[in-house]
């Protein structure tokens, strides 16, 4: 079921933030700097990855539907499915939250599994998954369909957590940002669970692997090898994710003091990741149907 409340409006375009809502670590929607920061950002990547004129676009996990109506709104030709239907209710109350903009596209929104849809091979030009493919259950079905739906030369654009990749370092990086944002008062829960700061860490990289472990995510080898297997790569690059997760816990800051630290927290974490000083979980790909 979907966290959102009914009056819950996902628009990059006219955004707001919800810092009351409790929707986990992961939430993109707290504030207007983090919806910029990361949703208005993987919109931007995807606009930069999209060929013109308008295309025919599917995503796969659309979600609430954030990045399939801002595409509509640059003229593309949009599906967004998803298996849950209250958060496809979301995405229609978003569409419907303002009128459409001139040259808007088209924009539907289907909850079905893609494997089971019903529609013609070969009428699709770029395929989505924002955040959605490591959820897929039965990766080679779905990249079959994928493949099949794309025209001949059409793209797969993927923005997907490798929480397998979450090491020693990246827990350390992780567990330094929290306890320090707890002991400044700045923070809700702090990450120093057990007497010392190694065991803490431990702790944290433990019960990190052991929830995502429980829940069945595909991991970075097998989601890596499904679109390897779908496309040949064109664009791959690691980037921030964690800044989300770190940012949804801070507290008791002013609307500057916040803009300030996740901006600090997004450019650390790409700095670090660019060094090779801790293990990007967020990464991007985009490919072309192979033939």
Same mark, same amino acid.
Not at 35 to 64: H, R, W
Not at 184 to 213: F, V
């Given at each position: 079921?979907?966290?959102?409340?009914?009056?819950?409006? =996902?628009?990059?375009?006219?955004?707001?933030?919800?810092?009351?809502?409790?929707?986990?670590?992961?939430?993109?929607?707290?504030?207007?700097?983090?919806?910029?920061?990361?949703?208005?950002?993987?919109?931007?990547?995807?606009?930069?990855?999209?060929?013109?004129?308008?295309?025919?676009?599917?995503?796969? &996990?659309?979600?609430?539907?954030?990045?399939?109506?801002?595409?509509?709104?640059?003229?593309?030709?949009?599906?967004?499915?998803?298996?849950?239907?209250?958060?496809?209710?979301?995405?229609?109350?978003?569409?419907?939250?303002?009128?459409?903009?001139?040259?808007?596209?088209?924009?539907?929104?289907?909850?079905?599994?893609?494997?089971?849809?019903?529609?013609?091979?070969?009428?699709?030009?770029?395929?989505?998954?924002?955040?959605?493919?490591?959820?897929?259950?039965?990766?080679?079905?779905?990249?079959?369909?994928?493949?099949?739906?794309?025209?001949?030369?059409?793209?797969?654009?993927?923005?997907?957590?490798?929480?397998? @990749?979450?090491?020693?370092?990246? =827990?350390?990086?992780?567990?330094?940002?929290?306890?320090?944002?707890?002991?400044?008062?700045?923070?809700?829960?702090?990450?120093?669970?057990?007497?010392?700061?190694? =065991?803490?860490? &431990? =702790?944290?990289?433990?019960?990190?692997?052991?929830?995502?472990?429980?829940?069945?995510?595909?991991?970075?080898?097998?989601?890596?090898?499904?679109?390897?297997?779908?496309?040949?790569?064109?664009?791959?690059?690691?980037?921030?994710?964690?800044?989300?997760?770190?940012?949804?816990?801070?507290?008791?800051?002013?609307?500057?003091?916040?803009?300030?630290?996740?901006?600090?927290?997004?450019?650390?974490? @790409?700095?670090?990741?660019?060094?090779?000083?801790?293990?990007?979980?967020?990464?991007?790909?985009?490919?072309?149907?192979?033939?």
């Amino acid at each position: 079921m979907s966290d959102h409340p009914p009056h819950f409006i =996902a628009d990059v375009r006219h955004p707001r933030g919800y810092p009351d809502l409790d929707a986990g670590q992961w939430f993109q929607w707290r504030s207007i700097p983090m919806i910029e920061l990361s949703a208005l950002d993987t919109y931007q990547f995807v606009k930069s990855m999209l060929p013109q004129p308008a295309q025919t676009i599917l995503e796969v &996990g659309c979600g609430n539907g954030y990045l399939t109506l801002e595409l509509a709104r640059d003229g593309h030709a949009v599906t967004g499915i998803d298996l849950l239907a209250d958060i496809i209710e979301v995405a229609e109350g978003s569409k419907a939250a303002h009128p459409d903009t001139p040259g808007f596209g088209s924009l539907r929104y289907l909850c079905t599994d893609v494997n089971t849809w019903q529609t013609p091979d070969a009428n699709v030009d770029c395929v989505i998954f924002n955040r959605s493919l490591h959820h897929i259950s039965d990766l080679p079905q779905t990249m079959a369909k994928v493949k099949r739906l794309l025209k001949p030369g059409g793209r797969i654009i993927c923005q997907d957590y490798a929480y397998d @990749q979450f090491d020693e370092q990246t =827990a350390c990086w992780l567990y330094q940002m929290q306890r320090l944002l707890f002991l400044s008062g700045h923070y809700d829960t702090d990450p120093a669970t057990l007497p010392d700061e190694a =065991a803490s860490i &431990g =702790a944290m990289r433990t019960a990190w692997l052991t929830r995502s472990s429980e829940h069945h995510l595909n991991q970075y080898e097998e989601m890596m090898s499904a679109l390897h297997g779908t496309c040949h790569e064109h664009y791959f690059a690691w980037v921030p994710y964690l800044f989300v997760y770190i940012g949804n816990g801070i507290r008791r800051v002013s609307a500057e003091q916040e803009r300030e630290l996740f901006t600090f927290l997004k450019r650390m974490e @790409q700095y670090l990741i660019d060094h090779d000083a801790i293990q990007a979980v967020g990464f991007r790909f985009v490919g072309s149907a192979k033939t």
